[in-house]
Structure formats: C-alpha cells, structure tokens
C-alpha cells in the first residue's frame, strides 16, 4: 500500500479564496509531481520536484504554485480561486533511480476542488 | 518529445471477454512502461511495469510486453470480469535526472456483466 497522502479529499470553496492542497509521503521519495486532471480523464503536470528546495513547472501552464522545503511534504497553493480551478489534483511520488531507472510513481487517493 | 498514444475509449466488454487496450510511445533512449488504473473517485494504483525490451509485466491477469521494435506496450487480459471496470493509463519514464512520467490520455473500460 502506498503511504502518499492527500488532504482534503472533497474542497468546495468560493472564488478568490486562498487555498492550500496538501500532500506528504513516508517513503522518502527524492520525486515529487503534482497533476491536474480534468473531467476526460487526461492527466497534466503542472509541477515537480526533484528534491528539497527544487520545484518545477510542468507542461501545463498553472496558476499554482507549490514549495518543497521538506522531502516529505509538497503543497500547493492557489492565491486566489476562480471556477476555471475546478479540477482533480493527484500529488505523486517516486524513487530516483540514476540511469537503472526511477521506481514507478505512488499516488494519493486526489483531491477534488470545487470553486464556486 | 516524449509522448504516449492510447487506443481511444470507452471500451465496452462482456464479462469473460478477451481484453487488448493498445499502447504506443514515442521517447529517447530506453524508457520504463507503466499502466496504471484508477477506479471511481481513487488515485491512480500501478497495475503493472516493465524496465527494458522484451520485458513482460503482469499482475492480476493483466499482461504487457515491451516491444521496442514498435514501441509498444499493449496491455492484455485474457477474461474480464465487472470488478475490472475502471480508467487504464500508459505511462513512460525515461532515465536519468531530468525525467518526468508522461501519460497517455487514459482508456475507460465497462465490463457488463
């Protein structure tokens, strides 16, 4: 079983509310990845991490941003929501493994936000 | 760029059906090959993985061999039943520092009882 944790699962909020999407995991993970998914189901990434102190965009443009000051935690944090935010997050986790290749990413049970 | 192609969905079976769901990447040098699931309203459970060519994977009936001759990774189940029903994702993984995991769009499968 995976320990990567998100919180809350189920966030409804109103818009230009401040919010954070926690997630930590146990297992001591150098890679962290935050991904938005949207009702068709396609996953994006929107952020990683390679390590304390590192943090990352990724392919899809996000008004998120995120910070990884521990190697356990990696939230992320929305200044100002709108209904465009409404969305699926699911936080990841995985083990650098050089050029033998990562171990497989863990992922959280998600959370799911509602702007209103 | 890195990049994974799913077989289009939702792909609706019979229990006891034989299942394909086709996968194709496109990545630079010798990448690691995923599929996940995730069931209704949960986070994505790796179902099962393959690290070099020629590679099968396999968990709970499920199988998938690493072709890089076609860059392929198409997962396959012998018989479905209903508790199978759930999003299926590709996945890749390229080696070294800078790597990121990159997804295909994800395949919905109904299995009707």
């Known amino acids: 079983e995976a320990d990567i944790y998100q919180t809350p699962r189920y966030l409804v909020i109103g818009t230009g509310k401040k919010i954070t999407l926690e997630c930590s995991q146990t297992?001591?993970?150098?890679?962290m990845y935050w991904y938005q998914q949207d009702p068709g189901m396609e996953l994006h990434l929107i952020h990683y991490?390679?390590?304390?102190?590192?943090?990352e965009k990724g392919d899809l443009s996000s008004e998120s941003t995120v910070s990884r000051i521990r190697t356990e935690h990696f939230p992320l944090t929305l200044e100002s929501a709108r209904p465009s935010h409404t969305s699926q997050y699911l936080c990841a986790s995985s083990e650098y493994g050089g050029f033998s290749g990562d171990s497989e990413a863990f992922f959280g049970q998600g959370t799911r936000l509602t702007v209103v | 760029g890195n990049s994974v192609t799913q077989m289009e969905g939702p792909v609706t079976l019979s229990e006891e059906a034989f299942l394909t769901i086709n996968c194709t990447y496109t990545a630079t040098g010798y990448p690691s090959l995923f599929w996940y699931v995730q069931y209704p309203g949960e986070g994505l459970q790796l179902l099962l993985k393959a690290t070099k060519a020629d590679d099968k994977g396999s968990n709970k009936g499920f199988e998938a061999t690493y072709r890089k001759e076609t860059t392929s990774f198409h997962l396959e189940k012998g018989s479905v039943q209903v508790s199978d029903s759930a999003v299926y994702f590709c996945a890749l993984l390229t080696r070294g520092y800078g790597n990121k995991l990159v997804f295909g769009a994800g395949t919905i499968l109904r299995v009707k009882s």
């Open positions: 991490s390679y390590g304390v102190n590192s943090t």
């Open positions: 297992m001591g993970h150098d890679k």
